[in-house]
């Protein structure tokens, strides 16, 4: 069962546009969700991580919206740019334990 | 950032034989992780290490499967016998607490 899931699995916008990637999850005792990006043949890097105490986070043109009742959050990338292109994966972790349990990525393509 | 190495980059090996891979975490970090990547596909988290002990294992996590850091040198992940299954990419991950979590360049592993 795929605890955490992302949509779409990929995306394409142009240069300057705002990009949105959807994340939801299964488990109400998931209390930290981190973003992470990863370039082709690199590590994934932390890009911006929220706690369920907030439902907005953001850094620059990174923001992550939180909906706990839905049990989703989204990703937006505003003025993107073709150096955002990267996949990026949601991931999840529960008070108590030290996995991260990560989505299945977005494929983002910044096009100019 | 937080800089997570990793030894070998790359270790094409026959299956059956033994294989050790290398970490060297961020100097202060407490927590140690190693996770899984088959191409294409998310992370899948293997083992968490703390304090000389394993705390949390994934059912991908087998018998031949064990992880070690000896006297704060490398966190390292042994796997013997190998098998087909095995090759993919292992990330080492490290963590001054439990969630934020820091990548190495991960090892890709090539198993025949």
């Known amino acids: 069962q795929q605890q955490v899931r992302q949509s779409p699995q990929s995306l394409t916008v142009w240069e300057g546009e705002t990009a949105i990637l959807n994340c939801s999850y299964e488990?109400?005792?998931?209390?930290?969700f981190p973003w992470y990006w990863q370039f082709p043949r690199e590590s994934p890097a932390l890009l911006i991580a929220i706690r369920p105490v907030s439902n907005k986070k953001e850094d620059g043109r990174f923001t992550i919206f939180f909906n706990k009742r839905e049990k989703k959050l989204s990703l937006h990338i505003t003025d993107s740019q073709p150096g955002d292109s990267a996949t990026y994966f949601c991931a999840a972790n529960q008070g108590g334990s030290a996995k991260l349990i990560f989505g299945e990525g977005t494929k983002l393509t910044v096009s100019s | 950032g937080p800089k997570v190495l990793q030894i070998p980059s790359h270790q094409i090996i026959d299956m059956g034989q033994m294989v050790t891979l290398n970490c060297d975490p961020v100097?202060?970090?407490?927590?140690f992780y190693w996770y899984k990547q088959i191409l294409g596909q998310q992370m899948e988290f293997l083992v968490n290490?703390?304090?000389?002990?394993?705390?949390?294992k994934s059912k991908l996590f087998k018998d031949q499967f064990s992880v070690e850091r000896p006297d704060g040198s490398y966190f390292t992940l042994k796997i013997q016998p190998t098998a087909l299954e095995d090759s993919a990419v292992y990330f080492c991950?490290?963590?001054?607490?439990?969630?934020?979590?820091?990548f190495g360049p991960g090892t890709r592993l090539t198993v025949l």
């Open positions: 991950a490290s963590s001054l607490v439990q969630g934020e979590q820091y």
């Open positions: 488990d109400s005792t998931f209390d930290y």
């Open positions: 100097s202060n970090h407490l927590y």
């Open positions: 290490f703390y304090n000389g002990k394993v705390m949390e």
